[in-house]
């Protein structure tokens, strides 16, 4: 069955300090992986997107990194903002009868405290 | 400028009285999708369309219903909607065409029933 898991669940830090949030899928045939943040009450926005020979992506203060072989991803936030307080949500796309779908996780919720 | 656009951005309706939920997109889009997504939960499809043919996921309840007049909206029509139909409703749209895979997401409707 194709899942991805996320951890942590939540996730409170202190404005400055950097956080790692972590992606597990088993999701076959896979064709890429995307992290996007979605803020409360608003539709999600993608980060990055990393194809199965990418091993890391960055865009800002947001790195994504990807380990094909034992399907994780990682998405590193450096510096931390208030206004990166967020659901980061992984997504897998499995090819499915000759069009991609989306394997949603359940998000990491983050929280920034100044 | 919005390129994805839902309304009404929150919606309240009685238990079994019929509503309709908007999309529009000004990206000129192949693809669109609907979303129904419960707190802290993951987004679940619903059904989408590649331009007029539509495709209904396998679990999707026979009480929600699409249409697609054109390419620019989309519409959610829950004929009778149940207290577990109590959501947020998020339209997202993809090129087609090999020209790309990333969703672009609405900012969605929050569905209350009372």
């Known amino acids: 069955k194709n899942q991805v898991e996320q951890s942590p669940q939540s996730l409170i830090i202190l404005e400055g300090k950097n956080c790692t949030l972590q992606?597990?899928?088993?999701?076959?045939?896979?064709?890429?992986l995307r992290w996007y943040k979605q803020d409360t009450g608003r539709g999600p926005v993608s980060l990055t997107i990393?194809?199965?020979?990418?091993n890391t992506k960055s865009n800002g203060r947001y790195t994504a990194t990807l380990d094909a072989d034992t399907k994780q991803s990682s998405l590193h936030i450096t510096a931390s903002q208030l206004s990166d307080s967020a659901s980061y949500i992984c997504v897998v796309s499995a090819q499915s009868g000759g069009y991609n779908k989306l394997i949603f996780g359940a998000g990491t919720r983050l929280a920034v405290h100044p | 400028d919005a390129m994805v656009i839902q309304n009404p951005r929150y919606q309240v309706t009685q238990f079994g009285k019929p509503v309709t939920l908007s999309c529009s997109q000004t990206l000129n889009h192949n693809v669109m999708y609907w979303y129904q997504q419960k707190s802290s939960q993951a987004p679940k499809l619903l059904f989408h369309y590649y331009d007029k043919d539509f495709n209904n996921e396998a679990d999707t309840p026979d009480n929600f219903q699409s249409r697609r007049p054109n390419t620019s909206f989309c519409f959610l029509d829950i004929r009778s909607p149940g207290l577990g139909d109590a959501a947020m409703y998020l339209c997202?749209?993809?090129?087609?065409?090999?020209?790309?895979?990333?969703?672009?997401f609405g900012p969605g409707t929050r569905l209350l029933v009372l």
């Open positions: 997202a749209t993809r090129p087609g065409g090999g020209r790309g895979e990333t969703q672009y």
């Open positions: 990393m194809t199965f020979s990418e």
């Open positions: 992606c597990n899928y088993t999701v076959s045939p896979f064709s890429n």
